[in-house]
């Protein structure tokens, strides 16, 4: 299996493809890259992207690193996306992700993606099962647009990752069946990032009924690849594998390889407090990554 | 001492005025709001912008909310901002805070502030004590210009936050009465917003030497405000007050008080995981709201 890093534990500290491109060759000994938007804002000027692509492009391609894809980040999931109440606002996201495609298609990145987004919630706190019908088929008028607009920028995949929150969709497998049954005839396939401490998330799906084999063996050849953390299954925590959870790393790729799905990628999304020091950081990653790397190759 | 809320507990949950201002209002029973940029993108479209500072201008009136402030929130702050290794990255974190002025004006909110931003990491981990001169000279330099912005909106005050990091500015004590001296002449002043979970943070000040009183005293006339929230001091938690950790409210008020900073706002800063249901949320806030409010009210 091919296993690589999403750049989020790069966020705020090593930010350009100077800094972050040795510290996955040769610090942790990866060759294939996930990257993240919360490292460049699509909204930053079209020249500057440019110019930040053309960068993203060489400095991978110098040090022997394939960037498989390029991934929403904490910045943009903080908002409500293509989910948000003001269909203005979601104008705005759909605009974010096709200046997002066009970034990726001039830094040679084939494939994009990341959460859709979420309704509001409502002022007395109850949480309804689900968003209502008219959201679902606003946003998926809205994905048959992008898959479009993905097209137009030679893309060649795109990804939804689905969340464990009742306001954002998909949150269950027969959700992302009926999505993906929806999303059928796109122009560049939508396809599942599917991630260890989302289908595991134990307050949302109960204890008993919580886990990832499921959501790898009903989604099939829907699923694009996987994003794996430590985590405790109470928050989606996004540790690194220092610290003490209930993903086990040999458990959870003889899961994918069960499911028939040893050729998808994984990568290693781990987030860290801003304030924790660097040597702290790549030290652990270090460790991190020495213990799973023979787990999932 | 009046007491508010920063908005950052209704991020991706009461995005809209409709939503958070009777939570606030009713719920919370407050008066006082800081709005947050993570509810709104500043970088969005010039006529939603302005549709959207209507609306919080007038949700806030009908419901007899002041509101006191805008502040930078987690989407921003996940980048470098106006200390980013590339100038022009600088250049556009500058442009986004003149259209974060620009909003604020057209929402009838006379003050603007937030965290001012990072420089990168080093590749092997090794942290300078604080960034270089250079990049000081450069930041000064920004933050004058950005005070005639923000006088060209007719704000009244701008915030600097510090934060426990030694790539940002100020970290210290010292650092902030430089950079007080250094923008004595600006058009709109600087202030700072001093966070009970940033001046206490025990791994880089030290377990002596960390504490809120001390910048307080030192920094006087120059503190605008102060953000609570309730942490260990081993990270910077943005805990509300259900949870335990070390910030005694009634100390808090006292230490504030002593100060002579009887009349600078407090506001609470929480942050809640996205994954957590919001009838929890809601009863943890209100919960919090009534252990603090009576104490520095």
Known sequence: MQIGVNLSFCVKRWVTPQLWAPIVRETLDLDLVQFSFDLIDPMWPDDLLAELAEELRSTAKQHGLAIHSAFIGLAHYTYNQLLHPNPRVRDAAEAWLRRAYRFARLAG???????????????????????????????????????????AESLSE??????????????????????????????????YCLDW?????????????????????????????????????????????????????????????????????????VFYPFERDDASVLSAMRRSIAQIKPVFA
């Open 109 to 151: 990145v084939e494939r994009v993606g990341g959460p859709l987004g979420a309704i509001a919630s409502r002022v007395d706190g109850e949480e309804a099962e689900s968003i209502a019908e008219v959201d679902y088929h606003d946003l998926v008028a809205r994905l048959i647009r992008l898959s479009a607009a993905a097209k």
């Open 197 to 269: 401490g989302h289908a595991t998330f134990e307050p949302l799906y109960g204890r008993y009924r919580a886990g990832m084999s499921p959501w790898f063996k009903a989604l099939g050849d829907s699923v694009g690849m996987a994003h794996l953390q430590q985590t405790d299954f109470q928050f989606d925590r996004h540790w690194d594998f220092t610290e003490t959870g209930g993903v086990d790393p040999a458990a959870a790729a003889a899961a994918q390889r069960e499911a028939g799905l040893a050729d998808r990628p994984v990568f290693l999304e």
């Open 158 to 191: 795109l990804y939804v990752e689905p969340t464990p929150l009742r306001r954002e969709w998909p949150w269950t497998i027969a959700q992302a069946q009926r999505l993906s049954a929806d999303l059928a005839g796109a122009e560049v396939p939508w396809k």
